[in-house]
């Protein structure tokens, strides 16, 4: 099993930058894929990048696509995700998640979640 906490998160202005972590517990972290999805008041949860067990397969929303960018440290049992050039559009609450496919966009192929991290950017 994998637990997960989720960091960084504030508030910065539009074309500013933020790096959020996620640290992850458990004795098979290097196996998992990990995701980040986001969610905005009123919206359903938004798959926002992915990235394999070795950190060598990545994938990205097109709305988020040469702005942010996912990395892993498997020794440090952690993900993160550089988040540059923020529009408003990408406020939300942020998750990190685990799971065992790559590369899938849907919420239900990630079985461990993180309890969130709240990015607001003001324009």
């Known amino acids: 099993q994998v637990q997960l906490v989720e960091s960084g998160g504030g508030l910065v202005q539009a074309g500013g930058s933020l790096r959020l972590s996620c640290a992850a517990s458990?004795?098979?972290?290097?196996?998992?894929?990990m995701g980040w999805f986001r969610q905005a008041p009123g919206k359903e949860r938004e798959f926002v990048t992915t990235i394999n067990w070795s950190g060598s397969g990545t994938s990205y929303a097109e709305s988020v696509k040469g702005r942010f960018t996912i990395s892993r440290d498997n020794a440090k049992n952690t993900v993160y995700l550089q988040m540059n050039s923020l529009k408003p559009e990408d406020t939300a609450v942020y998750y990190c998640a685990a799971g065992s496919s790559f590369p899938t966009m849907t919420p239900r192929q990630y079985h461990y979640w993180g309890q969130g991290t709240q990015v607001t950017v003001s324009s």
């Open positions: 458990g004795r098979t972290f290097s196996s998992y894929v």
